[in-house]
């Protein structure tokens, strides 16, 4: 729980979080190694010094450490992990559903696993979204368009496999759809997250809600264009929001689009944890005022109200989690460390 300076409590939903192994021992090539120093250059290019992790720990930290830094010394309340398999990188998996659930086994009220499936794998991907529901009930995917898969280097969202697959997630109920729509990780291709399919996708499936997430960076202008309207489209602001940081005038100039064209009620925080660690992201977000040129003409404020909003209100609402009802739980139950089975 987060704890404003005026004492107010304020129930986090870290809406973009992983548990991965990007480890050498992982690696199975050079790629491997390219995709996790690519993340560690957004670590220490972005965060500040007092926040910055060794390379090692970074590459492959524990469940004990995602724990602590998301509930005990962190302000998360709830953490959605969402996985992220790049099985053409790394032998068992970056940050697969089933390493995810491990952790989330240990504090089953603190985590909502999200799965992953890829549509290239035709049958096999509709079999794999039926597992996860079944084995997991998952209520949401992250999508990751420009993953590898053998020779393709890229898929989209209006592909007509991805469609069956969105039809068979909407038929089961998995509503949520987390798509990585942001900046390029080395070596992955940056038009292969171009945002252009979601505004089809987003069309086709109204009854699912296309978490964008990284609100399309560095495509800002097209993606808040499209979210204007979509009345499913939101966007998330891993990747975003720790510009507040070192570009704050920059970040104030993307939430202050966000709130023009879409409205505080469709922003997600997400701290891209373990990239970032988000006790300093609540933290400048409740502080930030925006600039007096920055909005002016735009007749948007970052009011507190708004702040709430994003930090919480927002997941929670897609996710149907009664918030008066866990913080009521939470109360009786303070964050601690349990012993691994």
Known sequence: MYVTPEGKEIFVIDGHT?????????QSN?????FIDCFYGYHTG?????????????EKYSADDLYNDLFIDGPDDIAIIQSTYLKDFYKNGFNTIE????VAKRYPERFIVNGSFDPRDGEK???????MKETYDVKGVKMYTAEWNGSSKGWKLTDPDAYRCFELCEKLGIK?????????????SKDAFDVADVDYAATDFQNLNWIIEHCGLPRLDDF???????????????VALPLIYNRPRHFAEIITELLFWIGPDKILFGSDYGIWTPRWLVERLWA?????????????????EAKEKILGLNAARLYDIDVAAKKAAFAKAPVQLEAAE
């Open 99 to 102: 390493r995810n659930a491990e």
């Open 224 to 238: 808040t264009w499209i979210a204007t309207q979509e009345t499913n489209v939101y966007g998330g602001l891993a």
């Open 30 to 34: 050079i790629h491997g190694k390219q």
């Open 176 to 188: 949520n759809i987390h798509v990585h729509k942001g900046p390029t990780i080395i070596p992955l």
């Open 18 to 26: 992983h548990f991965w192994d990007g480890s050498p021992e992982n």
């Open 288 to 304: 930030l005022h925006l600039p007096e040129d920055v909005v002016a003409g735009r007749g948007v404020q970052l009011t507190d």
């Open 125 to 131: 991907a509709l079999e794999y979204i039926h597992f």
């Open 46 to 58: 972005f965060s500040p010094k007092e926040h910055i992790w060794p390379k090692e720990k970074f």
